[in-house]
């Protein structure tokens, strides 16, 4: 998106907000997550954007600090927001910069990649080897150690060191034997953490393929029907809380929520999750399943902004402790463009 301004990191805005939006002059619209950053830098690699990919990391390179590690997110003209670290997005940002060296050739980030694995282990937790969400907590989450497996898996790949293939499957034991229920057959949010949440059974459901374990897959797969929403809509609206005055389509869709409203996330919206139903999609796909009429579906929603982004969610639900929001996202974006490329283009 253009602007008068000049950046000082060249980092991409996480969502562009309307300006008639009730939370557009918040600060959100400068905002940069590294989640999705490390998405764009996948994106942009794959494409064969080599000048917008490398610009990211070399922005994030600047920031990282001398433990490895990056903040959450930052302002693109004034620096970081708050020092909140996150596991999960620190080794996305790893494996983006390894999935840049892969496909130019260029090594350039691999010692920053290194870094930040490095950073990575020491919220590892020596009895279980789940790695910790950030210093400043004490769970352990599903999703994390799903991501920070296929990065130490990459990272392994790429530079032979063993310390990274013991820590790939530290955290693959991990995850099997203290993130998955067996009495339910499916991953739970966490340790010790029964709450449902969508992506740790699709990027789970990607991860027990990955490992071989499809014995347990069939067990992630019907626990995410409960997640599937048909027959949505998606209309204007001037509520504060589910404000969407821009995007619409008449036509009647489906997808997956991210949450199951019970005792864990009462009140958990019926909305759909375009960057959750694109991780099913990816999911399915790798199963030759049919995929069509969820990826229509996302079309149909995509075909809402002219500019050709795909919001975050058809209908928004900003309510605590839920923040989705009706604005085109890279990270749905990014996880449509990956999809469709090919379900293995990542992971």
Known sequence: MGSTERPAYRLIRSY??????????????????????????????LSGDRKRASSILDSLSQLQRSDGSLDMSYDIYKGEISPLIRSGSLAWVGYSALKYELVTKDKKYRKFAIRIADYLLTQQNKKT??????????????????????????????????????????????LLNFHWSAKENRFFQGVDDPAGALDTNSWGGIFLLAIGRTDLLQGAMNYLSKFKVDSSAMTHSNSRNSYNM??????????YKPYLDNEHYPGAPDIIWTEGTWGVINLMQRQQLDTWPLIRSM?????????????????????????????????ATAWQYFTLRGAGSIW
């Open 299 to 331: 079309f149909a929603i995509q075909s809402s902004d002219p500019e050709g982004g795909l919001v975050y969610a058809n209908r928004g639900a900003a309510q605590e402790p839920f923040e989705f929001h009706v604005w085109p996202a890279v990270a």
């Open 16 to 45: 562009r907000i309307p300006e008639d939006d009730p939370f557009s002059q918040q600060g959100l619209e400068t905002r940069s997550w590294i989640y999705d950053d490390a998405l764009a830098v996948i994106a942009f690699s």
């Open 129 to 174: 080897g789940s790695i910790r969400g950030g210093p400043d907590v004490k769970w352990y989450s599903t999703e994390h150690n799903i991501d920070c497996f296929f990065f130490f898996r990459e990272l392994s790949l790429l530079t032979r060191e063993t310390r990274f293939e013991r820590a790939a499957e530290s955290v693959k034991e991990a």
């Open 246 to 255: 821009t995007f619409m389509t008449n036509l009647p869709l489906s997808g």
